[in-house]
């Protein structure tokens, strides 16, 4: 599970070194891809060969010629950058990649869990502030509890050995 945020920078060559506990969350594998994010918010996302795979899979629940699949295979599987990790943990990001998301120097790697997201700081902080404000709204406060304890019923049914 890809956790934390941490500081980084790209390179005169435009590498950067993806954080050691990022790299051990992607199981040992040398490849990871990286593409836009699609929700506007200006990072790239990044992620390994299992978050590629769950995608597959998914998306092979969509019918074929549906407008949905289309756009997840066209924004994300079709622009993402199959990257390989050298030795020393760096991969090279692709020129137009750091431009969409107005990368040079500084950057922060966040962790989403299965992904992980590259900021530009400017970009990253004011991200944090618009996630705060909604973080700490009563409703999403409420939707969280909500979704909290179905998981931990769906947990003590299941050590009960009921179905779920």
């Known amino acids: 599970m890809f956790v934390s945020t941490y500081e980084g920078a ?3 060559k435009g590498r950067v070194s993806i954080p050691a506990p990022f790299r051990a969350a992607l199981g ?10 699609p929700d506007g918010s200006g990072a790239l996302e ?3 060969e299992e978050l590629m795979e769950l995608y597959r899979e998914t998306l092979a629940e969509l019918p074929l010629q549906s407008p949905i699949r289309e756009a997840i295979v066209t924004c994300i599987i079709a622009a993402s950058a199959d990257l390989k990790i050298d030795d020393t943990g760096r991969v090279k990001l692709p020129e137009d ?3 969409a998301a107005d990368l040079s120097g500084k950057i922060k790697f966040s962790g989403q869990m299965d992904s992980f997201r590259i900021w530009n700081p400017e970009r990253f902080s004011l991200h944090q502030m618009r996630m705060r404000s909604i973080v700490n709204a009563p409703e999403t406060l ?3 509890a909500s979704a909290y ?3 931990r019923q769906r947990r003590a049914a299941a050590g009960r050995g009921e179905a779920g």
């Open 10 to 12: 790209i390179d005169a």
């Open 28 to 37: 040992g594998s040398n490849r990871v891809f990286i593409w836009q994010a």
């Open 46 to 48: 990044g992620g390994g």
């Open 97 to 99: 990649l750091c431009e």
């Open 142 to 144: 409420d939707a969280f």
């Open 149 to 151: 304890n179905k998981v």
